[in-house]
């Protein structure tokens, strides 16, 4: 007999995170529950718990949080096929409407009509993942590889977006790259850029612990933000991935990029407007292309995990579900922290 009822981790407005109980969902026809197992807490989860908002998604109403979670298979729907009761799984957040002009042109990761696990940009809001069980359709599920822990897979998502933004860079190979923001998704960039060949990858921040992260999953070089006299930043550079998600950082990366260069913009800025270097884009002729999401990419991130991507000092600390406050306060504390898991398999 499965429970009555779940526990969950849910926002209702900025600084105000519970821990609540919820009818144990079923799989409809065409879904799959999941017991999920472990959860990381995104930068998008600590900006609805500290401010009530992402960018322009604000919560109008309570929502489960989470989006990276991974766990095993708890049931099948009626009809439903997809993997055995058990096994290990990966859950791919998103569900794209498949009819509109940008899923026609496979771009399915800006379709306009996505719902997102965990994600206010609709009403109803999109209930997350940071539940002891979900449901979600069966195409969003994914079998792990046999090679893949649960502990590894949890990073497929992040890593996804990370490789979104290096593919909306072209081809990095034998480049110079400057990643601003060495938080766990520019970590993760830094892994997705030495894979794909860059030569030189610099990762700047302004705080030491991140730099020492993006160190270790293999940047050539860090920087601090703060030192514009270091000679890391001698060289302009071929391509920059802005990863902060601050104006600060969107100005380095105008600044810093060579002429003819691309600038990706990974991270969410703040709402409303924000200043741009527009004549210095326009003198330099930079190519300026957004990222956001990702698409197929989930699969290669399971697959690089698998196979060993060197991305292990990203994950920092594991807290269980009901010290999710404390997970979230720590989370946000980039001096001690990089990517904060919940374990929901233990309470």
Not at 182 to 190: D, H, Q, R, S, T
Request: proline share 8%; charged share 20%.
């Amino acid at each position: 007999m499965h429970p009555t009822t779940i526990r969950a981790c849910t926002v209702h407005g900025a600084g105000d995170l519970r821990i609540e109980e919820r009818p144990t969902p079923a799989p409809a026809p065409g879904e799959i529950a999941v017991a999920i197992a472990l959860g990381g807490i995104c930068g998008s989860d600590l900006h609805y718990y500290h401010r009530g908002r992402v960018g322009d998604f604000a919560v109008r109403e309570p929502m489960v949080l989470g989006h990276e979670v991974v766990g095993h298979v708890a049931a099948l729907g009626p009809e439903t096929e997809g993997p055995a009761v058990g096994a290990p799984v990966a859950i791919h957040p998103a569900t794209p409407c498949g009819s509109c002009p940008e899923c026609a042109a496979d771009r399915r990761n800006i379709c306009g009509h996505t719902r997102y696990l965990g994600s206010a940009a609709h009403l109803p809001h999109v209930q997350g993942g940071f539940a002891q069980r979900v449901t979600v359709p069966a195409a969003q599920i994914r079998a792990l590889p046999p090679s893949l822990t649960l502990h590894r897979a949890v990073l497929a998502e992040p890593l996804s977006v990370a490789l979104h933004a290096v593919n909306r860079a072209g081809d990095v190979r034998g480049k110079r790259v400057l990643v601003t923001g060495a938080g766990p998704i520019g970590c993760l960039v830094v892994a997705a850029l030495r894979h794909h060949g860059a030569a030189e990858i610099v990762a700047s921040d302004l705080v030491d612990e991140p730099l020492r992260i993006a160190a270790e999953v293999g940047a050539t070089a860090t920087v601090r933000a703060d030192r514009p006299e270091d000679p890391s930043w001698a060289a302009p550079f071929d391509i920059t991935i802005e990863a902060s998600g601050a104006p600060a950082g969107l100005r380095t990366s105008v600044e810093r990029t060579r002429r003819g260069g691309t600038v990706v913009l990974l991270g969410l800025l703040p709402p409303g407007e924000v200043g741009l270097l527009g004549n210095v884009a326009v003198t330099r002729e930079l190519d300026l292309r957004g990222a956001f999401r990702f698409d197929t990419e989930f699969d290669e991130a399971l697959s690089l995990l698998a196979t060993g991507l060197p991305v292990d000092p990203v994950i920092t600390h594991t807290f269980p579900l009901d010290r999710a406050t404390e997970a979230f306060d720590l989370a946000g504390n980039r001096e001690l922290a990089s990517k904060v898991l919940l374990d929901l398999s233990t309470t």
